[in-house]
């Protein structure tokens, strides 16, 4: 009796379908919905990959050759692509931009070739199954990143065209350049170490013709002194504007490009400084307030870039007494007259502390106190003579930091704090002298906020977001600082975006969404409002913050407790934007990495 011939296995195809399915719903679905959610959805969909994997080794039946030849294919691929990538692509996520990125367009192509391979000869077959593999990765080889937005979405675009900073620089002298300051050029070697220094003790927008500049002065009061403005809390006081934008709306003085970076504005004087980034060279920029015309640039040869935010210099810089004081990505001190840009005196800090430059470049704004110039090289303060540049102290070492020093007296003393990875470290600031710390491990780039009733509060966070905000009580006794955690509160979780104290309660992004909290418990009163990782002011006198969204947008929001209130909003800026407003009289400056712009805001009552 013959026995029936054993017919070849079907395929399981609906295992992978749906994983592939879900995956993309996850990966580009979900962010689309929720933006905030673009974390989870870069791990749904290498989790989704992985299960696509399982199904494909030991679920889909399809012939072991064909499997296990797809993964051998599939690992050369990933291994030799970065031979061709573009270095932003290659380098990007600290190297795991292509990996992560690869993974759904390779989920999808195996499914569809195993949905379609049973109508092909074999060896049709396996050179589609080659092609499903080599096409998803190679496509990435024509293709490049200008970043990463706060919640982690890539800004791709096509490997030959030209960036922002390649279209500045292709531009004439005159349309692209300041006038150079003397001399324009400085390129700095590396300092050897100085002598010891000892470590310290534990619509379409309407445009204003704007009217002539003033003559050239030598500006001795700044009206805007640098990072976050005069006490670095992004508080504006004694001025108030209209807030309804349909009648009242910003009114465009000027708009200049500009080269990349992530530096605010330090103003006075009828001049505004800024620093960017030009080819080789990371420059301190001059230009008039009133016109946005280039007065005078200073150069270092000196170029620092990573994948996630791009190239140019992430610190401010600060005007004190007709000089501004500038600290580069890559570790360069400089001081400049502020009227010409002329170099008084300069140093390398990396050099100077022997400190390796940090993954995303050093960020501190320079802090001058009396007579003396402090940055933060990365976690460790560093302390000059602000006349000579000479070397005057160092505090501890501290992990690492993209915070800057920042000055507040505590029960009548002054001191300097920074946050770092360790939590917040106080020195005295004559000497250094450690006052007292707080253990709080993570990542930090903000600022500490001191509350009405002495009250500081500090941040913490990691390389995926924020992680909180802490109230401490901190208190000089006899024979040493008290100080004490009244509570922890995940109601407010702002990443590198600064937060503003108002009222008794704090104002700033839990993520990319703004909320408020209640300075008493740390407990939440609300949450609303997407305006990605963007930057915000508070002005004091009208219960307003304005609002700079990481997509460009000017936004007004009631700073009140009862409820989140969107009072106005306005286009501003094209691209992604992290550098923090300024508003001096009724002039707002802003910027990104592309271009600046002046806004004529009109006065509440005018």
Known sequence: MPFPQQTERQLRLWPGV???????LIRFGLPL????????????????????????????????????????????????????????????MMGMMFGISVIPGLSLALVVWATLSDRFSNVTRRAALAAAILIPCGVWAFLRTDGVTGEGGLQLAWRWSKTSEQKLLGRTPTESEPPPAFPATTNIPEQQPPPPV??????????????????????????????????????????????????????ELWRRPVGPGWSSFAVGAGLLYTQEQRGE??????????????????????????????AGPRATPTLAQGRVYAFGATGIL?????????????????????????????SSSPLVFENLVIVAVAGQLAAYDRVTGDPRWRGPEDGGSYSSPHLLTIDGVPQVLLLNNGGVTSVAPADGTVLWKHSWPGSTSLQPAETADGGILITTGSAS?????????????PDAWNVQEVWTSN??????????????????????????????????KWKGGRYGHGQLLLLADQDVLLVLSEEGELVLVAATPGQFTEVARFPALEGKTWNHPVLTGNTLLIRNGQEMVAFRLAPAGG
Request: proline letters at 10%.
């Open 281 to 310: 060279f990371e420059v301190v920029a001059c230009y008039n307030t009133i016109t946005g015309k280039p007065v005078w640039a200073h150069r270092d040869t000196a170029r620092f870039w990573e994948s996630n935010a791009g």
């Open 33 to 92: 919905i929720v933006p905030e959610a673009t974390g989870l959805g870069i791990i749904g969909g290498v989790l989704g990959g992985l299960i696509v994997l399982v199904w494909w080794l030991f679920f889909s039946r399809l012939p072991r050759p064909e499997r296990w030849g797809a993964i051998a294919l599939i690992i050369v691929a990933l291994l030799a692509a970065p031979r061709i990538l573009h270095e932003s692509i290659a380098k990007g």
């Open 18 to 24: 749906a994983a592939v399915t879900l995956q993309w």
């Open 198 to 251: 000892p470590a310290a003790p534990r619509p379409a927008t309407p445009r204003a013709t704007p009217p002539p500049p003033p003559p050239a002065a030598r500006p001795t009061r700044a009206d805007w002194p640098g990072f976050r403005g005069p006490h670095r809390d992004g508080a504006v006081t004694g001025i108030r504007i209209k807030t309804d934008w349909t009648s009242s709306p910003p009114v």
């Open 465 to 477: 977001g924020g992680a909180g905000t802490r109230r401490l009580a901190i208190a000089h006794k």
């Open 334 to 362: 400089n001081v400049l007259d502020a009227a010409n840009g002329t170099v008084l005196w300069r140093r390398n800090a990396a050099s100077d502390t022997g400190t390796k430059i940090p993954g995303w470049g050093f």
């Open 491 to 524: 109601g407010l979780k702002p990443y590198f975006n600064d937060f503003v104290v108002h009222g008794g309660h704090a104002f700033g992004f839990d993520g990319s969404i703004l909320a408020c909290i209640d300075l008493n418990d740390g407990k939440r």
